[in-house]
């Protein structure tokens, strides 16, 4: 069984500052790792995914993550946010044995981009 | 590529009505598809997970008299919600994979039941 821990509730941050949102997970088999955006309103959009190879995983919007296996990591980063930033945002993960590739969600972080 | 539409995309009914809410993939075949129930301010529950031709597989908890999953053909999945009540109410999401490892989401489903 996996679970994920999204760090922080809430982060704010001001515009063109760099944001780190921090997220972790357990799982006893190798896993599959996504961070997905959601606007108000809408569905979930894909960021960005880790599946194997290369642990520096680049996105969509200027986001990147970092895979770190020892810790057990995969914090999303961007060097300089936008107001258009703002949104919730979700690690998930799935086991790569899982059949239909199920996802185990994180708690989400509320990213509130200030001017 | 990898568009998922959802329909309705809001809706509003009456106590002991029924509601069906359609998930489609545009650009390619889904395999699998996954319904989700998402409260304010809170994560997405996985409610069920469904393949075409075959019964759906419900979370443990979730009703499945309730919640009827249909997954017609590799592009269309429909929730029905029965009898419907004030509880019901949420935003349901559902999400569409071609290969088992990268999940799509439709822009959600908004339903208020009066």
Sequence with gaps: AQSVTQLDSQVP??????????????????????????????????????????????????????????????????????????????????????????????????????? | GAVVSQHPSRVICKSGTSVKIECRSLDFQATTMFWYRQFPKQSLMLMATSNEGSKATYEQGVEKDKFLINHASLTLSTLTVTSAHPEDSSFYICSATETADTQYFGPGTRLTVL
């Design chain 1, 13 to 115: 941050v001001f515009e063109e500052a760099p944001v780190e949102l921090r997220c972790n997970y357990s799982s006893s088999v190798s896993v599959y790792l996504f961070w997905y955006v959601q606007y108000p309103n809408q569905g979930l959009q894909l960021l960005l995914k880790y599946l194997s190879g290369s642990t520096l995983v680049k996105g969509i919007n200027g986001f990147e993550a970092e895979f770190n296996k020892s810790q057990t990591s995969f914090h999303l980063r961007k060097p300089s946010v936008h107001i258009s930033d703002t949104a919730e945002y979700f690690c998930a993960v799935s086991g790569i044995y899982n059949q239909g590739g199920k996802l185990i969600f994180g708690q989400g972080t509320e990213l509130s981009v200030k001017p």
